[in-house]
Nanobody
């Protein structure tokens, strides 16, 4: 359903681009986002995009990360620049109830969440 790619290791100040391909029964879903989880910390919102390409960002990444749709509309990109060691985490692509609520959208009580398998991003100082 959601397949991430593009993680890796980079030095502080460097850049990475993550991709999320949406497929299967949720192909065409318009609200997609990225979350991350570092060891010992809660999962946190990184960025989201919804219909009309309205976007939101977590405070810690504003001005450094950009979420967008690729020309193939079933792909969502996360461009990460000026990376810091504190950006080190597993990054997850998300669709469904949690990201929709984060973006102020109405959800059904039984609406599901969809998560990718995660991709590791490691930033060294």
């Amino acid at each position: 359903q959601l397949a991430e790619s593009g993680g890796g290791s980079v030095q502080a100040g460097g850049s990475l681009r993550l991709s999320c391909v949406v497929s299967g029964s949720i192909f065409g879903i318009s609200t997609v986002g990225w979350y991350r989880q570092a060891p010992g910390k809660q999962r946190e919102l990184v960025a989201g995009i919804k219909r009309g390409d309205t976007t939101i960002y977590g405070d810690s990444v504003k001005g450094r990360f950009t979420i967008s749709r690729a020309n193939a509309k079933n792909t969502v990109l996360l461009e990460m620049n000026s990376l810091k060691p504190e950006d080190t985490a597993v990054y997850y692509c998300a669709a469904g109830a949690t990201i929709k609520r984060a973006m102020g959208e109405t959800t059904w009580p039984t609406e599901s969440d969809y998560w990718g398998q995660g991709t590791q991003v490691t930033v060294s100082s």
